[in-house]
């Protein structure tokens, strides 16, 4: 139904792994979709954790432009 549609969708945009896989995953999502704009978010409950993952990836993403 539109609850499985809806998982499934969400799927396709997660991007799960190490800082430069979640970077390649979302610069061929980038690419697939043509978006302009990206919105990471993290699951992780730890503050420090979370800081951490956003600048791992903003570095990351650098380093595959």
Do not use: F, N
Not at 19 to 35: D, G, H, I, N, Q
Request: aromatic share 4%; proline share 5%.
């Amino acid at each position: 139904g539109m609850e499985q549609m809806a998982i499934a969708m969400r799927r396709q945009a997660s991007a799960v792994g190490t800082p430069s896989e979640v970077a390649a995953s979302l610069k061929a999502l980038v690419a697939a979709t043509r978006c302009d704009e990206l919105m990471p978010v993290s699951i992780s409950h730890d503050p420090e954790q979370r800081r951490w993952g956003y600048q791992a990836l903003a570095q990351a993403w650098e380093m595959e432009a």
